[in-house]
C-alpha cells in the first residue's frame, strides 16, 4: 500500500518561496507518475503540476512559471518549488500518485502579510 506523506507548508509573505515536498512509500517509486494538486477555500481542488516516471513535467496553464515539480527516485520523494508566492496561492497542497491512485494528506500554505 502506498502512503504519500507532504511537508514543508506554512506561512510565508507575499513574495516568498517554499519547497512543498511528498515522501513515497512502496516499491517502484521511480516507475510512477506523481503530481500536485491544491485547493483553496471554498474552491474544488486543481491540477498544479505533473511528473513521468521519466521526469517529463506538465504545468497548470495558469501556474507555468512560479511552480517547478521535480522528483528525488533516491530519497522517494517528489517536490514541488513555489516561488513569488501569492495571496491567491494559499491552500491546502496534495501530493497525489497517479500509478495507484492515492493521495496525500495535504500540507497547508499561507500566503500573507
Known amino acids: 500500500q502506498v502512503q504519500l506523506v507532504e511537508s514543508g507548508g506554512g506561512l510565508v509573505q507575499p513574495g516568498g518561496s517554499l519547497r512543498l515536498s511528498c515522501a513515497a512509500s512502496g516499491s517502484i517509486f521511480s516507475t510512477r507518475a506523481m503530481a500536485w494538486y491544491r485547493q483553496a477555500p471554498g474552491k474544488q481542488r486543481e491540477l498544479v503540476a505533473t511528473?513521468?516516471?521519466?521526469?517529463?513535467?506538465n504545468y497548470a496553464d495558469s501556474l507555468k512559471g512560479r511552480f517547478t515539480i521535480s522528483r528525488d527516485n533516491a530519497k522517494n520523494t517528489v517536490y514541488l518549488q513555489i516561488d513569488s508566492l501569492k495571496p491567491e496561492d494559499t491552500a491546502v497542497y496534495y501530493c497525489?500518485?497517479?500509478?495507484?491512485?492515492?493521495w496525500g494528506q495535504g500540507t497547508q500554505v499561507t500566503v500573507s502579510s
Open positions: 497525489y500518485d497517479w500509478s495507484v491512485g492515492s
Open positions: 511528473i513521468t516516471s521519466a521526469g517529463s513535467t
